[in-house]
């Protein structure tokens, strides 16, 4: 039986909670669910940064397939993530394909360089959620999302799952984790539960920002 949430409101005396949207994409499916976040995220009061993790496949690699050559020069206007962005954030949300059943290791890459601000408690008390995608339902889209929340959990940071909260979850496939789809697989179910996942961040962080 769904859970009945209550409706987000904004509380005006909560603080406006700032969300780094954090993603890797090869081919636009983690850029789309980042982008559709985003946008929730904003709508639901925060003030948000949408950052792009960096491309360390090598360039001739990149350069050799037309789909993820592209998909990087769409998104050159997109600002490439730093440690400062995670330092400015109350909340993460971050999206990552999955690779081998974990996630890619341009998102390990990058989060192997927090080891300052994880030493210095910055990524402590802060909320965290996570979304992913695969090739298909079995390729590891679970474990993917299981082992970000691993590393939050070193972080010293707060889980913020959808679970079973609203009709959207279901609709999308019914991951209580967070959302996940096939790669190329984005449609108007799973951006609704995107839209949930991020004002439910949103709505939590505010609580505890606040």
């Not at 990087?72 to 330092?87: C, F, Q, R, Y």
């Not at 979304?131 to 079995?138: E, F, K, R």
Request: hydrophobic share 40%.
């Amino acid at each position: 039986m769904l859970l009945q949430t209550k409706p987000n409101r904004k509380d005006k005396n909560m603080a406006q909670p700032k969300i780094a949207i954090v993603f890797y994409s090869t081919y636009g499916t983690n850029h789309a669910v980042a982008q559709a976040a985003a946008d929730a995220a904003r709508e639901a009061g925060a003030e948000v940064r949408l950052r792009r993790i960096p491309e360390t496949a090598p360039k001739e690699v990149v350069e050799g397939q037309e789909a993820w050559k592209a998909q990087l020069e769409k998104m050159s206007d997109i600002p490439e993530v730093t440690a400062e962005d995670m330092d400015w954030a109350d909340g993460y949300f971050f999206s990552s394909p999955t690779r081998f059943g974990v996630t890619a290791s341009q998102v390990r890459a990058f989060i192997d360089t927090l080891g300052g601000l994880w030493g210095a408690g910055k990524l402590a008390d802060k909320t965290f959620t996570a979304t992913t995608s695969a090739q298909n339902p079995h390729g590891g889209q679970e474990a993917t999302i299981l082992s970000l929340y691993t590393t939050a959990m070193h972080w010293g940071a707060i889980i913020v799952a959808p679970g079973f909260t609203d009709e959207t979850i279901f609709a999308a496939g019914g991951n209580p984790y967070g959302f996940s789809t096939n790669a190329g697989g984005l449609d108007d179910a799973g951006k609704a539960a995107i839209a949930h996942q991020a004002r439910r961040l949103v709505e939590m962080t505010a609580k505890i920002a606040s």
